[in-house]
T-cell receptor
Framework: LAKTTQPISMDSYEGQEVNITCSHNNIATNDYITWYQQFPSQGPRFIIQGYKTKVTNEVASLFIPADRKSSTLSLPRVSLSDTAVYYCLEQTGANNLFFGTGTRLTVIP | EPEVTQTPSHQVTQMGQEVILRCVPISNHLYFYWYRQILGQKVEFLVSFYNNEISEKSEIFDDQFSVERPDGSNFTLKIRSTKLEDSAMYFC??????????????FGSGTRLTVV
């Protein structure tokens, strides 16, 4: 039921900016774009959410173009502790979250 | 920061036995969920719960599964007769609400269920 497409894995060196892009080819008008992070043996953790343009919080930035067919999660200056699986999801108020396979980010020293 | 608390963190049970997984959602949240993740696989939706009844359930959530909110704080998942393939991490989650605004879910740390 996952409706999004994202790379299976990415590697990055410590201190680099990491951008993970997700495709939302069939996103509905009422859907918000939400990103979650999951460390091994832990539950997913909400990172950021947006509808259009750019959203920034203390953890990440989220860029959504005008057509909303994609989204890019940007993690500034990653550290080893950012190694995790990152999921992009489409969420409408009353709908439940359905996770895809996510992007496994490995940060290399 | 408020947390969703799950107990136990690890449960080992014999095939055919009943297990109850417990969760304490965040106190002002209104929507509750159970998800599971088999080792190395995706996080899978099981069931959502609102206003003391099931809102939606997946194909995984068959007659062997049930959920309950026995009091104002606990939210439980019961598996009546466990099978080997029920071995997984089970995550409880809660959210403030739905509707016009979209709320993030807060997940617990999970219960690792091992069926032997």
């Amino acid at each position: 039921l996952a409706k999004t497409t994202q790379p299976i894995s990415m590697d990055s060196y410590e201190g680099q900016e990491v951008n993970i892009t997700c495709s939302h080819n069939n996103i509905a008008t009422n859907d918000y774009i939400t990103w979650y992070q999951q460390f091994p043996s832990q539950g997913p953790r909400f990172i950021i959410q947006g509808y259009k343009t750019k959203v920034t919080n203390e953890v990440a930035s989220l860029f959504i173009p005008a057509d909303r067919k994609s989204s890019t999660l940007s993690l500034p200056r990653v550290s080893l502790s950012d190694t995790a699986v990152y999921y992009c999801l489409e969420q409408t108020g009353a709908n439940n979250l359905f996770f895809g396979t996510g992007t496994r980010l490995t940060v290399i020293p | 920061e408020p947390e969703v608390t799950q107990t136990p963190s690890h449960q080992v049970t014999q095939m055919g036995q009943e297990v109850i997984l417990r969760c304490v959602p965040i106190s002002n949240h209104l929507y509750f969920y159970w998800y599971r993740q088999i080792l190395g696989q995706k996080v899978e939706f099981l069931v959502s719960f609102y206003n003391n009844e099931i809102s939606e359930k997946s194909e995984i959530f068959d007659d062997q599964f049930s959920v309950e909110r026995p009091d104002g704080s606990n939210f439980t998942l019961k598996i009546r007769s466990t099978k080997l393939e029920d071995s997984a991490m089970y995550f409880c989650a809660s959210s403030e609400g739905t509707g016009a605004l979209v709320y993030g879910y807060t997940f617990g740390s999970g219960t690792r269920l091992t069926v032997v």
